[in-house]
């Protein structure tokens, strides 16, 4: 609907105050759902710096507004009985640590029966994702849908997708009483993300042109330092990146059966990294042990008796290893070290295509971006070379033979609020070409990429339930929860899908 026809709807009654005023001036009970939808309903349409001096449960940019209250007191008188107030935290949580959100859900719990906090795409915002909190003034639970609704990227999966909060976040709304302003983040450095010159965020540290690409290191003042490959990001010391190597990596491993029980090679899953220099997915997936490592049996038993996932071998094939060499200097990499860990500088396709059968339980695809398949962009993995190189029948076909019958193999193809084609091409040609029984999309937050959340891929040679975990393992992001959630997709992204795929919706 336009926006002249929405003006022109006769249930619109258009209001000249103030919110504040507004709501002051209308009887008690007059509404049943109340939608603030001002990011600087606290005052001012931007974040207004942390203060030093904030020492109480209204949190970084609660302090010295004094009209918090007051809004949510008049609020709350105005709304029905089991009336429902939404509101927005003025920066993503990934920026400031949580701190707004935290604050707003403070705020909120004094004057509401019931609240809770969700999380939303938001592409063109800094940081991907906007933080929201929803409060209902009889106590009634708003998480599960009560109307089959479906919009353009809204449906039933998603509301209740949407209150899975990763672990990190969930600790830190749960630190009561404590002063949300004291965070790791410093004061300057969400003033500078909100600042009229973005570039201000950024410091380049190093810069260096290889046979392949252009690698740089940047200072961020969110991210910390940052390592990028032609100008596009590619892991950070921060968040920012976090999300996506747990993602990529525990989603994979914990949603096939190919890491544990019977399934699972005697000695633990033996994984192909094809990319994944700057060594996030190795640090990731060298989190699991080996079988012998976790209970003290041969190899054999453990498999026959054990449902731990373990990981006995992993092949990490990088195509330059001046991006191994210069992610080190970030040191979140994984442990090359690792007796496990067989590091290959070559190209990643060429390798694949010559292993022998069965030679991995799971191969991740930690390549460059697969853009957008339908036009000629340079891409896949930034070796200068046509993204086809990873996204075509023949190499679908390369990666299921060289996989253990239960095998799986998962891959990103970039943000859907870019463009959805490499999500419906990957699916539908990872489904067509035979290579294997289910290919299931899941969304990741990258808060420091373009689009906000990328889309990943992950395709299975025997079809069987990879929505839930087959672990109770929790880390920074990844947790069971975090891992079903992922696979409620947007409408859009749907509707993208091929049609009779599980996932689709037309």
């Given at each position: 609907?336009?926006?002249?026809q929405?003006?022109?709807?006769p249930?619109?009654?258009?209001?000249?105050?103030?919110?504040?005023?507004?709501?002051?001036?209308?009887?008690?009970s007059?509404?049943?759902?109340i939608?603030?939808?001002?990011?600087?309903?606290?005052?001012?349409s931007r974040?207004?710096?942390?203060?030093?001096?904030?020492?109480?449960?209204m949190?970084?940019?609660?302090c010295?507004?004094?009209q918090?209250?007051?809004?949510?007191?008049?609020?709350?008188?105005?709304?029905?009985s089991?009336?429902?107030l939404?509101?927005?935290?003025?920066?993503a949580?990934?920026?400031?640590n949580?701190?707004?959100?935290?604050?707003?859900l403070?705020?909120?719990?004094?004057?509401f029966a019931w609240?809770?906090?969700?999380?939303?795409?938001?592409?063109?915002?800094e940081?991907?994702?906007?933080g929201?909190?929803?409060?209902?003034?009889?106590?009634?639970?708003c998480?599960?849908?009560?109307?089959?609704?479906t919009?353009e990227?809204?449906?039933?999966?998603i509301?209740?997708a949407?209150f899975v909060?990763?672990?990190?976040?969930?600790?830190?709304?749960?630190?009561?009483?404590?002063c949300?302003?004291?965070?790791?983040?410093?004061?300057?450095a969400v003033?500078?993300?909100h600042?009229?010159?973005a570039l201000?965020?950024?410091?380049?540290l190093?810069?260096?042109?290889?046979s392949?690409q252009e690698?740089?290191?940047?200072?961020?003042?969110?991210?910390?330092?940052?390592?990028?490959?032609?100008n596009?990001?590619q892991?950070?010391?921060?968040y920012?990146f976090?999300?996506?190597d747990?993602?990529?990596?525990?989603?994979?491993?914990?949603g096939?059966?190919?890491c544990s029980?019977?399934?699972?090679?005697?000695?633990?899953?033996?994984?192909?990294?094809v990319?994944?220099?700057?060594g996030?997915?190795l640090?990731e997936?060298?989190?699991w042990?080996?079988?012998?490592?976790?209970?003290?049996?041969s190899?054999?038993?453990?498999?026959q008796v054990?449902?731990?996932v373990?990981?006995?071998?992993v092949?990490?094939?990088?195509?330059?290893?001046?991006?191994i060499?210069?992610?080190r200097r970030?040191?979140?990499?994984?442990n090359?070290?690792d007796?496990?860990?067989?590091?290959i500088?070559g190209?990643?396709?060429?390798y694949?295509?010559?292993?022998?059968?069965?030679s991995f339980d799971?191969?991740?695809?930690?390549?460059?971006?697969?853009?957008?398949?339908?036009?000629?962009?340079?891409v896949?993995?930034a070796e200068?070379v046509l993204?086809?190189?990873?996204f075509n029948?023949?190499?679908?076909n390369?990666?299921?033979?060289?996989l253990?019958?239960?095998?799986?193999a998962v891959?990103?193809?970039?943000?859907p609020?870019l463009?959805?084609?490499?999500?419906?091409?990957?699916?539908?040609g990872?489904?067509?070409?035979?290579?294997f029984l289910?290919?299931?999309?899941?969304r990741?937050?990258v808060?420091?990429?373009?689009g906000?959340?990328?889309?990943m891929?992950l395709?299975?040679?025997h079809?069987?339930a990879?929505?839930?975990?087959?672990?109770?393992?929790?880390?920074?992001?990844?947790s069971?929860e975090?891992?079903?959630?992922a696979?409620?997709l947007?409408?859009?992204?749907r509707?993208?899908?091929?049609?009779?795929?599980?996932?689709?919706s037309?």
């Amino acid at each position: 609907m336009e926006l002249r026809q929405i003006a022109s709807d006769p249930r619109v009654v258009s209001i000249s105050k103030s919110p504040l005023s507004a709501l002051q001036d209308a009887e008690s009970s007059s509404f049943d759902v109340i939608v603030h939808d001002l990011v600087g309903w606290r005052g001012g349409s931007r974040p207004r710096p942390m203060s030093d001096e904030c020492n109480g449960p209204m949190g970084t940019y609660g302090c010295h507004l004094g009209q918090e209250a007051v809004m949510l007191a008049e609020a709350h008188r105005v709304l029905s009985s089991p009336g429902v107030l939404m509101l927005p935290a003025m920066v993503a949580p990934a920026l400031d640590n949580g701190t707004d959100l935290a604050s707003v859900l403070d705020a909120v719990q004094n004057t509401f029966a019931w609240s809770a906090p969700l999380l939303v795409e938001a592409p063109w915002r800094e940081g991907g994702e906007a933080g929201m909190v929803v409060a209902s003034k009889d106590g009634s639970d708003c998480r599960k849908t009560r109307r089959a609704y479906t919009g353009e990227y809204y449906n039933a999966d998603i509301h209740e997708a949407s209150f899975v909060l990763p672990p990190w976040l969930v600790s830190r709304l749960s630190r009561d009483g404590e002063c949300r302003a004291q965070n790791s983040i410093a004061k300057e450095a969400v003033e500078k993300v909100h600042s009229e010159n973005a570039l201000s965020c950024w410091k380049m540290l190093f810069q260096h042109e290889t046979s392949f690409q252009e690698i740089t290191l940047w200072q961020h003042s969110c991210w910390g330092q940052l390592l990028a490959l032609n100008n596009v990001e590619q892991t950070s010391q921060g968040y920012g990146f976090v999300a996506y190597d747990e993602m990529i990596s525990h989603t994979s491993l914990l949603g096939s059966e190919c890491c544990s029980g019977p399934s699972m090679r005697a000695g633990g899953a033996a994984v192909l990294i094809v990319g994944g220099g700057d060594g996030g997915t190795l640090r990731e997936v060298l989190k699991w042990p080996s079988a012998t490592e976790t209970c003290g049996m041969s190899a054999s038993e453990c498999v026959q008796v054990c449902e731990q996932v373990c990981v006995s071998r992993v092949v990490m094939i990088e195509l330059d290893s001046d991006v191994i060499n210069a992610s080190r200097r970030l040191g979140i990499h994984g442990n090359y070290e690792d007796p496990r860990v067989e590091v290959i500088i070559g190209d990643g396709r060429a390798y694949v295509e010559k292993l022998d059968p069965g030679s991995f339980d799971l191969i991740i695809v930690d390549s460059g971006d697969a853009g957008d398949l339908g036009h000629e962009k340079i891409v896949g993995e930034a070796e200068g070379v046509l993204s086809d190189v990873f996204f075509n029948d023949g190499f679908y076909n390369a990666m299921s033979r060289a996989l253990s019958g239960k095998g799986a193999a998962v891959m990103h193809t970039d943000a859907p609020a870019l463009s959805e084609v490499p999500l419906r091409r990957v699916v539908t040609g990872l489904l067509e070409s035979s290579a294997f029984l289910g290919a299931y999309a899941f969304r990741v937050p990258v808060p420091i990429s373009d689009g906000g959340f990328m889309s990943m891929v992950l395709a299975v040679r025997h079809d069987s339930a990879v929505n839930r975990s087959r672990h109770n393992a929790s880390f920074i992001h990844y947790s069971p929860e975090t891992h079903a959630a992922a696979f409620a997709l947007p409408s859009s992204w749907r509707r993208a899908l091929p049609k009779g795929h599980p996932q689709a919706s037309y």
